[in-house]
């Protein structure tokens, strides 16, 4: 793409080392560096910003130069990807990822892991009008990470998204907070026939320590949760225990009595 149509701001990803050229790299590791760098902004702003309008988010890949690997994005929110791209570049420069989500720390994982593969260096750059490098991963460079908790279990939620060559899927949890969850292309498939609607999905969960917020969950079942409208629900749940209480005639006695037990 040519320089001029580049927007004056944006961010960037630039690789540099010996041997480091577009037409030196595969062009699977280039797609994992995009992706890379997407779920590391994305999973931030949807952590920081709920209020964001998914469509939104938006990481718009707009130029590689020729002469290296330098990675150049740009969104529609810049006023929101900027400072949290300031933020990630700082906590690599400090070593320090304990305020990062676990999928941004698991996209910088990838960056590191290609830049010991390739012996090169990354720079973490913003550019609006003047280039700022705001941090550098070396092949030394090390994720130090906190304890997770972990654990099987299930959640419930709305399938916002689901694809990419490594199955994800977007699920939107029934307290507002968004989830990227790793899966298989059998699960996404049937995910895919869900989309906008709840559904349960059991897998392996991990939490935040301290807050015990749902940072990362690997999808392995959908369950035989169906959502449905209230009066069904009601209709089925008094086929299911009615003939427990169809001897009571005076319910507010009832629960008065129950009341009185505990």
């Known amino acids: 793409m040519n320089s001029s149509t580049i927007s004056k701001s944006f961010i960037e990803v630039s690789f540099s080392g010996e041997g480091i050229k577009p037409d030196s790299v595969k062009a699977s590791d280039i797609a994992d560096i995009l992706n890379a760098v997407e779920d590391m902004v994305e999973s931030q702003v949807f952590r920081d910003h709920p209020e964001i309008d998914k469509e939104q988010v938006i990481l718009g890949f707009v130029n590689i130069k020729s002469d290296s690997v330098d990675l150049q994005f740009v969104s529609p929110i810049q006023e929101i990807v900027f400072p949290i791209f300031r933020s990630i570049g700082q906590a690599v420069k400090t070593n320090d990822y304990k305020d990062l989500p676990t999928s941004s720390i698991d996209a910088l994982d990838t960056i590191v892991s290609f830049s010991r593969k390739k012996q090169c260096i990354a720079e973490f ?124 005639t005076d319910v507010e006695k009832y629960i008065s009595d129950i009341r009185g037990k505990v």
Not at 157 to 180: H, K
């Open 125 to 248: 750059v913003t550019n609006n009008g003047h280039r700022e490098v705001l941090a550098t991963i070396t092949p030394k460079t090390t994720l130090e990470r906190r304890a997770r908790l972990s654990g099987e279990t299930t959640i419930y939620g709305q399938v916002v998204r689901v694809g990419g060559r490594d199955p994800r899927a977007m699920v939107e949890l029934l307290n507002g907070q968004t989830v990227f969850c790793d899966t298989n292309e059998a699960i996404a498939k049937k995910l895919g026939s869900r989309l906008y609607t709840i559904v349960g999905l059991f897998g392996m969960a991990r939490w935040d320590d301290e807050s015990l917020k749902l940072e990362q969950f690997t999808i392995k079942d959908i369950t035989p949760y169906e959502e449905l409208p209230l009066e069904d629900v009601m209709s089925q749940l008094a086929k299911a225990v009615g003939v427990y209480y169809r001897d009571v």
